[in-house]
């Protein structure tokens, strides 16, 4: 630390050590001595003399009146209570009001006693200079110790900020007090605020980050409000210049006060994946729930918990929370509990949905009139090793429930269905199908059953991205089945949101598939994920990284990709996320008997029957040979 900053900092320390009291004092002395100043230059600027005689005359009483009057104004008025530290324009104005109101009241005085008065000009000029000398020695002394205070102790990071409106002038304005981050640029995709400034700080366009590169840290990424799709793009961008990218919390965040608009994070993978939200038709999303009594099988589940969450905010008369995991139901009773609407009752049951009398009498007992059967086990290697459990977890469990809707009467039961349905390679996948097979046989009658397929969503159990973020804090390696899997991605509440809308498209029997976008490499996704850990990728180009991605073959029963029809074209409906399929369903006569025999052999333990069964009841199942080239 040099001479000239221990000096800085000694004499920071100084004025900062100075009470309160003292430093009222030190500002009340400042503006005494300001006083005279400002009545010497309105008379010299009006009559273009330093000492016309009418300054002598008049100045006689106008100055110990100035002093008077104008210092307990300013005192009583709490010029004296604000941080000289944040002075701000609405110090300024508040000094040009109690300036304005000491010029008045001394030409009241003047013009009471009869006392020599000066040009009618001069009390302008009078009322300008006093709030021009007075505010400008309060915005230097602001400014002189910012400047002390911010005085870098340490080596600050080198920033540029994403985004020139108001939260990156806020966030400037916040790291400047922070006195943790140097911003050495304005970066926006607005060509109208380029070569303009904020604060001093350039205003330049995206492609000058590349070429500043070197000279930069970090960016900040300060637009709340930015589109997933244009946040993909801005990310993408900047991971080629290899600097490292934060961003500030989301708008919501920062106007509930849950986050500071300094609070920077690293950007999620799941803020990059999936599409731009569609907003939902309000004429679909609610008639179905509002005022209903429904319920939620497997709601302490990833989906099952979501659909609770927006299910609750439709204000049903009642929310049925069917969940055979204690801890999870639990979780979501207390989560929903903070949630509550008025008029809203949510009943927590615990217990399994193949159970038979304890479906029938919850949906009796609570006038279930909506059901959502998201209750599943969804783990291909998990259900590969474990086939009995799975089937009837998957099979069972819809045959009972929609068995028990149609005796209530209730007016609607969706089955919450995968894209691994679809010609199935695990038993997972084929048990689903079955499962969708259960619904398509139900007869027509009260109860509208209907049937709603997806692909993979973000943050749930199982899923990649966690166990990648794991992987990663680890250390590493990432493991990957295969180098070229694609998988299709959407949020949690995305699809919470689509399948509530679905339950109204529904017409009785029919697939409803929900649109997964554009699908994603799960390689690329690793990478990119190494990148946003600030972290690099070790492989034969680059052997000192710090990530490796491994790839270890495809699991038993896993594909290279999925899809969402079978031997069907989808056609379009209300809603542009949600299309209908008309697939091939089992005869009745045919389904019942070997379902029959399934449940038989579960209840016998007998896994090679099981499987058997599951064989004649899904035509698509392919066991297939598993290629790990």
Sequence with gaps: MTIRSKSAISLLDSVLGLTPLQRRLLLITADALLMPLALWLSFWLRLAHPFHLNFTITGFWLLPALWLIGLPLYAFSGQYKGLTRYVGSRSLYQLALRNGLLVMMLAALGWL????????????????????????????????????????????????????????????????LAKTHSVQL?????????SRSINGVPIKPPQVIKQRADDLDQVLLAIPSLRRSRRRQIVDGLQESGITVLQIASMEEITSGRARIDALRPIQVEEL??????????????????????????????IGSELCRQILALKPRRLV????????????????????PAGVEVVPVLGNAANAPLVERCFKEHGVEVVFHAAAYKHVPLVEANPLAGLANNVLSTRVVCEAARRCGSR????????????????????????ELVVQAQPPGQTRFAI???????????????LFRSQINAGGPITLTHPEIIRYFM????????????????????VLLLDMGEPVRIKALAEQMVRLSDLSLKDASNPHGDIEIVCTGLRPGEKLFEELLIDAESESTA?????????????????????DDLEEAISLQDGQAALAVLTALVKEWRQEKVDNK
Aim: glycine share 10%.
């Design 273 to 302: 994946l999936g599409r731009d939200p569609v907003p939902p038709d309000p004429q679909l999303l609610g008639p179905a729930i509002g005022g209903a009594s429904v319920c939620v099988t497997g709601a302490g589940g990833s």
């Design 575 to 595: 809603h542009p996320l949600i299309f209908r399929a008309k697939e091939r369903a089992l005869n009745p006569e045919q389904l019942w008997p070997l379902l």
């Design 113 to 176: 006693l009869l006392l020599p008065m000066p040009p009618r000009s001069s009390w302008l000029l009078l009322w300008l200079l006093l709030t021009g000398c007075t505010g400008a020695v309060r915005f230097a002394l602001r400014d002189l110790l910012l400047s002390l205070h911010n005085k870098p102790r340490q080596v600050l990071n080198r920033v540029a900020i994403y985004g020139a409106g108001a939260a990156g002038v806020q966030l400037a304005a916040a790291l400047r």
């Design 452 to 466: 709603v397929r997806f692909g993979n969503v973000l943050g749930s159990s199982g899923s990649v991205v966690p």
């Design 412 to 435: 609607h039961l969706l089955l919450i269905s995968t894209d691994k349905a679809v010609r199935p390679t695990n038993v997972m996948g084929a048990s689903k199908r079955l499962a």
């Design 186 to 194: 304005f970066v926006d995709d607005e060509p109208a605020l380029w």
């Design 491 to 510: 949020t949690i509440p995305e699809a919470a949101q689509l399948v509530l809308q679905a339950a109204v498209l529904a017409e009785g029997g029919d």
């Design 321 to 340: 929370l069917l969940e055979l995991s204690e801890p999870s139901l639990y979780a979501i009773h207390q989560n929903l509990s903070g949630l509550l």
